[in-house]
């Protein structure tokens, strides 16, 4: 799985497909357990594996990123950051 952040929304692939939720459709992101997980709906959730990530590092910053896209929408965000899921 690859997952990408753009100040539109966020973007997750796979060999089995892909799809796209703008920011303001996803209620939340956080790290659940060993996952980082998107809240679509209360029934429907993308979850990425921790070990996807690098490092710590690049996990934090990802859900920095992510966080910050949730929080504001997308609406003065810029660039991309992306796990190798």
């Given at each position: 799985?690859?997952?990408?952040l753009t100040?539109d929304?966020a973007?997750?692939?796979?060999d089995?497909?892909h799809?796209?939720?703008?920011?303001?459709?996803?209620?939340?992101?956080?790290?659940v357990?060993?996952y980082?997980?998107?809240?679509i709906?209360?029934?429907?959730?993308?979850?990425?594996?921790?070990?996807?990530?690098r490092?710590?590092a690049h996990?934090k910053?990802?859900?920095?990123?992510?966080?910050?896209?949730?929080n504001?929408q997308?609406?003065?965000a810029?660039?991309?950051?992306?796990?190798?899921?």
């Open positions: 799985m690859v997952a990408t100040a929304g973007r997750f692939e796979s089995a497909g799809i796209f939720y703008r920011w303001q459709y996803i209620r939340d992101a956080a790290r357990g060993g980082v997980r998107f809240t709906t209360p029934i429907e959730c993308q979850h990425i594996p921790v070990r996807a990530f490092d710590d996990l910053e990802f859900l920095t990123s992510a966080l910050f896209y949730v504001n997308g609406a003065t810029s660039g991309e950051t992306r796990p190798n899921a």
